[in-house]
């Protein structure tokens, strides 16, 4: 069975950094695309970043371009999503997500909330001084 756990977060200053892992499980990972997205309270879940299977293409929202970096660690199952120069904004549940694969090259494949078969529980992001 498929699983994602996702752990890491917490509360950090506005300014500061935080790595986020989700372990996955139940599957071969390198076979699927692998994202995060995330939902602040009151707000639509929004894409954040997502790394396609195949060499590693990878899409990142236009708000968080430049501060956060999705990686894998084959060996370790493992996939990261590591966040700086955080803001108020980026204060959100955060979830590990996983696309079955696909033919599909489009970029809507890999940033659509529907496009993604599998979620982990999420792991909250709390932003404050």
């Known amino acids: 069975q498929l699983q994602l756990v996702e752990s890491g977060g917490g509360l950090v200053q506005p300014g500061g950094s935080l790595r986020l892992s989700c372990a996955t499980s139940?599957?071969?990972?390198?076979?699927?695309?692998i994202g995060w997205f995330r939902q602040a309270p009151g707000k639509k879940r929004e894409f954040v970043a997502a790394n396609r299977k195949d060499g590693g293409l990878t899409y990142y929202a236009d708000s968080v371009k430049g501060r956060f970096t999705i990686s894998r660690d084959g060996a370790r199952n493992t996939v990261y999503l590591q966040m700086s120069s955080l803001e108020s904004a980026d204060a959100a549940v955060y979830y590990c997500?996983?696309?079955?694969?696909?033919?599909?090259?489009?970029?809507?494949?890999?940033?659509?909330?529907?496009?993604?078969?599998?979620w982990g529980q999420g792991t909250p992001v709390t932003v404050s001084s």
């Open positions: 139940g599957f071969t990972a390198d076979a699927y695309a």
């Open positions: 997500v996983a696309k079955n694969p696909t033919f599909d090259t489009s970029v809507y494949a890999y940033t659509d909330q529907y496009e993604f078969e599998y």
